[in-house]
Structure formats: C-alpha cells, structure tokens
C-alpha cells in the first residue's frame, strides 16, 4: 500500500469516526502516542551520540594548515 492509499483510508476512517466525540478523542489519544514513540525512536544515548560522531569525524576527516585554508574550503562548499 503506497502513503497515498495509507492516507486516503486515514482520512476515510477518520470521516466515519468524526461524529463521535469518544472515538475521536481515543484516535487523537493513540495517534499522541504512536507520535511520541516515534520520537523516542529518534533520540540517542550521550555514548551513541558521540560514537556517531567519532566515526563521522574519522571517516571525513580533513585537516588545514591555516586559518586561510579552513575559510577557503568553507567558502568553496
């Protein structure tokens, strides 16, 4: 099922739903929840956090002589 389909039976159900104050507030309740999951999903731990950066910075790592060097590669970005 494509996100256009997954939308259009959201809103489908959503329409059927919408006259009843009890089952909307249960929809926006677990809807609240599934949001939340998902940014609880995105966060990292402080050890995951700089472990991706560690790895980062090893594999783009890029050194400059200079202060000239440096604005010169930023500029050119």
Known sequence: MTA???????LR????IAEDEHLMRRAAKYLRK?????????????????ARVDKAS???S???ASVEELDKYIRNL
């Open 13 to 16: 159900n959503m329409s059927i």
């Open 58 to 60: 090893e594999e783009t």
């Open 4 to 10: 256009v389909q997954m939308n259009a039976e959201i």
């Open 62 to 64: 890029t050194e400059f």
């Open 34 to 50: 599934l949001a939340a999951e998902k940014e609880d999903s995105t966060l990292f731990t402080k050890d995951e956090f700089f």
